[in-house]
């Protein structure tokens, strides 16, 4: 969409302000308000603003920063009231000498990508992000952690207020542009899903966001609290984001599909698969970045913890969904470790390094675990397969990130030293923080 086009289309959607949205290094949404008065001018000239404010971005002698609208992203968000209608825009950001800003995670995933498109491919993902709808406690504010129905995984129920508001969510993200295919219930209690079209990875990221906080507002509208935290009650199943990946040639065609192969998979895919298994110790640090993240990476929650991959195991790390004949485009791999808490930007962009390394340096893909479940293999039986396990907490996962070369370069090392001050301020944070746990546990106890 160019300037003009954009300029028009605001005016005739009676737009009242416009939000220019980017997001920190956590994967937090931040926004700039315009009205469309000053749109002309923000996209001649971008908007400058502080970044020495915002998580991972620049020290106070550097704080100068500039959004450059991308136009292509414009969409009106459906719950604002007509008498204040916004609309949004998502923006790349620059410094004042017209250069790429390398802590800005869109633009890390926009660099990322242009290694791929210079070979002719293109990134496809298809997340599957799924969160929790709460009660508030008595209207007092306070978010009180029992869900807000009694469903099951695919339960129906017509007059569940929780399932209203996952219907007008799928229709508001209809109206923003998202190509939505399904939505539905999960295991637990209170738990949803709503699942988008594989798009090029940066829409996607995008549209990860996009769902976010269009989840949250609609939700607050019900008097209800939406949830992304991958663990939010205890020994029930947690939140994941498993994401279904190809690459396709710039012709349309699937580079991930062999039909000579026992599972349709090309040399490619094979070596994409490698790649993601080699780093994954690492990876697990970019794609389930909080300390909360490793109570959901446990065994007997259908969250995956040991490496491997298989096509009818869903306690595989990746999993090949079967192929149906005819269906070629829809040969993928299903990366099922990556939780709603990332930073959609850089998550994509460390996966997409991750298979890049195993392409590029012919690594050799194991054989599948397909028929085992592997969390009732015992260690030694897990070693004697060479079957890895995820590191067991965040810190645990920063350190074998702090060694891997290849994701390390995919983010950039300004990126990358901001990433790990944020994660280890957490650790930290966490390490020392009280919890209820231990009074209940030690306080008369000890």
Not at 119 to 142: L, T, Y
Not at 149 to 160: C, M, P, Q
Request: hydrophobic letters at 40%; one cysteine or more.
């Amino acid at each position: 969409m160019d300037k003009k086009d954009l300029l028009e289309r605001v005016k005739a959607d009676g737009v009242k302000f416009i939000s220019l949205q980017f997001s920190d290094v956590t994967g937090a949404v931040k926004s700039v308000d315009i009205p469309p008065s000053q749109l002309a001018d923000a996209l001649d000239a971008g908007v400058w603003f502080d970044g020495s404010s915002v998580e991972g971005f620049a020290r106070v002698q550097e704080s100068d920063m500039r959004l450059v609208l991308d136009p292509d992203t414009y969409a009106i968000l459906p719950w604002s009231p007509e008498e204040r209608k916004r609309a949004r825009i998502f923006c790349d950001i620059y410094r004042p000498n017209g250069e790429p800003f390398a802590g800005d995670p869109r633009g890390v995933l926009r660099r990322m990508l242009e290694k791929v498109e210079a070979r002719g491919w293109v990134f496809n993902i298809g997340p599957e992000p799924e969160f929790f709808i709460f009660k508030r406690n008595n209207g007092a504010g306070s978010i009180h952690p029992v869900p807000n129905d009694v469903g099951g995984y695919f339960d129906f129920s017509e007059g569940d207020e929780a399932v209203a508001v996952r219907t007008r969510v799928m229709e508001a993200l209809e109206q923003m542009g998202l190509s939505v295919e399904a939505g539905h219930h999960e295991v637990a209690r209170g738990q949803h899903e709503i699942d988008f079209r594989f798009d090029h990875a940066l829409r996607t990221a995008d549209n990860v966001l996009t769902l976010k906080y269009t989840v949250k507002a609609i939700a607050a509208q019900h008097g209800l609290v939406a949830s992304f935290m991958p663990k939010p009650i205890f020994g029930v199943n947690g939140s994941g984001m498993h994401c279904h990946q190809s690459l396709f040639d710039v012709k349309g065609n699937n580079l991930f599909f062999d039909d000579t192969d026992e599972y349709k998979l090309s040399k490619l895919a094979y070596g994409f698969i490698a790649g993601q298994l080699k780093h994954a110790r690492a990876l697990s640090a970019i794609v389930a970045p909080t300390v909360n993240s490793y109570k959901r990476l446990v065994p007997g929650y259908e969250a995956p913890v040991y490496v491997g991959w298989a096509q009818i195991n869903r306690s595989a790390l990746i999993r090949i969904p079967r192929h149906t004949p005819g269906k070629d485009k829809a040969v993928r791999a299903e990366l099922r470790f990556p939780d709603p808490s990332a930073n959609p930007y850089l998550a994509f962009a460390a996966m997409l390094a991750a298979g890049l390394d195993g392409i590029d340096n012919d690594l050799p893909c194991p054989p599948p675990l397909n028929n085992v479940n592997i969390w009732h293999l015992t260690a030694e039986e897990r070693a004697a397969q060479n079957i890895e396990e995820l590191p067991g907490s965040l810190a645990d996962a920063l350190r074998v990130l702090e060694g891997d070369d290849v994701l390390r370069a995919a983010l950039g090392e300004e990126m990358y030293a901001a990433f790990v001050r944020a994660k280890w301020a957490e650790v930290e944070a966490y390490r020392t923080h009280v919890m209820d746990w231990e009074i209940e546990r030690y306080l008369e106890t000890a």
